[in-house]
């Protein structure tokens, strides 16, 4: 089946720092999306891309479709300790009403 | 936002026994829900997409007859996992797209524990 490369698998970072994680695909998508898992709750959308090249802020997070349709990355700027959890990338191929494929997820640990 | 619930949110059962999920779009109907599985530190695996009305259609290495999903409803989908054992600990959850919009929400899972 599809998968995304998600990376880096995890981050420890100083409060205050910014956080960059990104995706890649061998094959073409129609959507990005980034969700975010806090332990024992399911994901939770951060920022949904629909158009290759769009670029999207949700507070501190930044993220970007790429022009390939191949690749997405989301920032975090100024991370704060409930940045805390895992990051996960995932994408539709074709449109309509087929599931989500997601990455491999981006723990990431905030140092305060 | 729109709200889909699970229930049980947790669940621990014996070796053996069948347990059942319930996965509810609380504000919204839909006709497509999906099913994953998330071992721990791993990503979401999907496991079947569940369609109104028809049968689920279930990725490739999931037992059908393991997993049994129902979606009587355009607001509900079971997923009941049969004589389940040790290594079906898993935590389940399951998403809804919405018919109108397309958009796809999340449910908050389930952890089921087999002893």
């Known amino acids: 089946g599809q998968q995304l490369n998600q990376s880096p698998q995890s981050m420890f970072i100083q409060e205050g720092e910014d956080v960059s994680m990104n995706c890649t695909s061998s094959s073409i998508f129609n959507t990005w999306l980034w969700y975010k898992q806090d332990p024992g709750e399911g994901p939770v959308l951060l920022i949904a891309?629909?158009?290759?090249?769009e670029l999207t802020s949700n507070g501190r997070l930044t993220a970007q479709f790429g022009i390939t349709r191949k690749d997405s990355f989301l920032n975090i700027s100024a991370s704060i300790p409930s940045d805390v959890g895992i990051y996960f990338c995932?994408?539709?191929?074709?449109?309509?009403?087929?599931?989500?494929?997601f990455g491999k997820g981006t723990r990431l640990s905030v140092i305060a | 936002g729109a709200v889909v619930s699970q229930h049980p949110s947790r669940v621990i059962c014996k070796s053996g026994t069948s347990v059942k999920i319930e996965c509810r779009s609380l504000d919204f109907q839909a006709t497509t829900m999906f099913w994953y599985r998330q071992f721990p530190k791993q990503s979401l695996m999907l496991m079947a997409t569940?369609?109104?009305?028809?049968?689920?259609?279930?990725e490739q290495g999931v037992e059908k007859d393991k997993f049994l999903i129902n979606h009587a409803s355009l607001t509900l989908s079971t997923l009941t996992v049969t004589s389940a054992h040790p290594e079906d600990s898993s935590f389940y959850i399951c998403?809804?797209?919405?018919?109108?919009?397309?958009?796809?929400?999340f449910g908050e899972g389930s952890r089921l524990t087999v002893l």
């Open positions: 891309l629909y158009k290759a090249g």
């Open positions: 998403s809804a797209r919405e018919i109108m919009s397309g958009e796809l929400f």
């Open positions: 569940s369609n109104e009305g028809s049968k689920a259609t279930y």
């Open positions: 995932a994408g539709n191929i074709n449109s309509g009403n087929t599931p989500l494929v």
